[in-house]
């Protein structure tokens, strides 16, 4: 068997997986391709298309040398036996199932330019998340070439944005589904091979395809309902006088439960919890499962509830008017350590605080970039800086947004003497010290928590 591997899709997914299997496999050509010309571009330069830490390093490590960027998908197609398909797969926003089902054309056409272009017998690999039985679909295109064999993987991702070399490189598992045929295992150990040169054997779980499918989606709407359930309790903390973190400290030391993902915040972002919750209520509705479906779809409501409360409490102490006032918006991006600010919190929020004629400013240290696309209805309304200072520099309150470590270090003092009074604080990831902006002087109001904790 030839040892090059490609990966069609250069994304958060496809970019990063294959820059780290490439480094544990220098023996192996790995060639990761794009439709996007301008993307495969960055990739190719000193400037990362994406910002993610350690990400750098191992490209350039292995740019060059066994790792290659390109445009031209059918060379790379016909070069390797190994194809990982990671185009992205959105929630589709037309015809049947908008808003809910997922958007499978970018994955059917390279299905079908895989079968155009093969020159022998191939292994694809879904990298993308994709709905149950998606595989059976592809195999009936894939099973349309005359001469060659294509077995179907689903090898998903569990990587999360910012943390995604460290967690390619110490994954919990890496979860590899495929038929129980010889062909089918045959193509499983090919990849669990690629896998082994670093991840542990035991870590290698091996499951049928259809399990694999949707162990992702799963994997994805439990975390999202962990953060659902934890800020639903935030609520309640606020009127009964409870503290959340207080309350998430003592449910998360047992050991049944865990300290993980318990953090309340203005609800979940990133492109892939509410797409793939989304798609799980889909795929359960069309298999008449209206009951499982209707409980999924609350852990999206709980967290649109989130934003929708935190802005009603913003503007409740804010003596219940907004406008004309200078909001800081301190945090773009959907969390911290990264650039993206697919479905992030802060886009709602900021268009319900534009609802409310305040005047905006967002500060962020990377993802100020996207705003103007993001907020392009109210682009005009909301101004933006680098500077959390200069964002703050006459301002009635600070909306803190996104957990960023260097929102606790700044110069609050500075801050407020800059702000108009009375100041407020309002800590959406209780990330700051609240009793040390108390005796500055700051209004703090902290989520899950009362004006006075
Ligand atoms: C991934 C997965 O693919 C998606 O299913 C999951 O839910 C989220 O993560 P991601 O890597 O984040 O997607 O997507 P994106 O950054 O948009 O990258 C996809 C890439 O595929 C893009 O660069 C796009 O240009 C490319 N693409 C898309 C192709 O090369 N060919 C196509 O036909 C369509
Ligand atoms: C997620 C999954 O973690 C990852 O396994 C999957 O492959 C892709 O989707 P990602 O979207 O990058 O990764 O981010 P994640 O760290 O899971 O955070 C998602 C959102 O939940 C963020 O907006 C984050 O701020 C929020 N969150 C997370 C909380 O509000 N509280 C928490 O305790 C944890």
Redesign the pocket.
Known sequence: MNRSICC????????PTMAVIADHNHDRKVIV????KE?IAAWNSGKMP?FEPGLDEVVKRRRGKNLFFSTD?DAAIKECDIIFV????PTKDFGRGAGCASNLQ?WE??ARNIVKVANGNKIVVE????PVRTAEAMERILSQHPKYRFEVLSNP?FLAEGTAISDLEKPDRVLIGGHPTPAGKAAIKALADIYGTWVPKEKILTTNLWSAELSKLAANAMLAQRVSSINSLSALCEEAGADVEEVARAIGMDSRIGPKFLKTGPGFGG??FK??IMNLVYICESYGLKEVAEYWRQVVVINDYQQQRMVGGIIKAMFNTLANKKVAVFGFAFKANTSDTRESPAIAITRMLAEEHAQIVITDPKALGHVNDDLEEIAAKVATTPDPYKAAKDADAIILLTDWAEYKDLDYQRLYAGMRKPAFVFDGRNLLDHAALRAIGFEVKAMGKTWEN
């Open positions: 069609i899709g250069a994304g958060y997914i496809g970019g391709v794009d439709i996007n993307r994406i998908i990671g185009v992205n797969t970018y056409a390279t990298k993308s998340t994709l991702e492109s892939c797409k793939d």
